[in-house]
């Protein structure tokens, strides 16, 4: 089932989906772990995100690695395919702490651009990464991408 890659391109978490379709986020979770929904949530669903009920039951296109298809890939994309694999999920938390370490020693090598021009050089990229990143939290809260684990129940 698509549910997953639908809520994610709209930029839906899983609570916000389950607010706007009036199903409980465990109802989500669960059927985007597999699970057989109801007729009338996939109801739900496809209104919410604007598709077709059969359109919410297509499987999930999976690439075999021993086709034809597969050997002729350009490499770049059978990287990409890796990278999916690791299930990498960018937290805001992350970025912003690669954003003020990226400041800090950016600081700290420009300093040092006093005594040694190749440092300079290496400080003005680590703030030009620093900015990059900034920017990267800036969009990446203005379209809601961020990764978010749920925290584990406390009892």
């Not at 039951?57 to 490499?75: A, G, R, V």
């Not at 420009?110 to 030009?128: K, S």
């Amino acid at each position: 089932m698509i549910l997953k890659q639908l809520r994610i391109s709209r930029h839906l978490s899983q609570e916000q989906l389950a607010l706007m379709s009036g199903l409980n986020v465990r109802t989500i979770q669960r059927i985007e772990s597999g699970h057989k929904p109801s007729l009338e949530s996939l109801k739900c669903l496809a209104s919410v995100l604007e598709v077709d009920v059969s359109t919410l039951n297509q499987e999930i296109f999976m690439m075999d690695k021993n086709t034809d298809n597969w050997h002729s890939l350009p490499f770049w994309v059978k990287c990409w395919f890796f990278f999916n694999f690791l299930d990498f999920r960018p937290t805001r938390a992350t970025a912003k702490r690669v954003e003020v370490l990226a400041h800090a020693s950016g600081f700290t090598f420009c300093a040092l651009g006093f005594v040694n021009q190749a440092a300079l050089a290496g400080g003005l990229c680590m703030l030009f990464t620093a900015y990059l990143f900034y920017f990267l939290v800036w969009k990446g809260d203005k379209y809601g991408i961020w990764y978010e684990p749920l925290e584990p129940k406390r009892t």
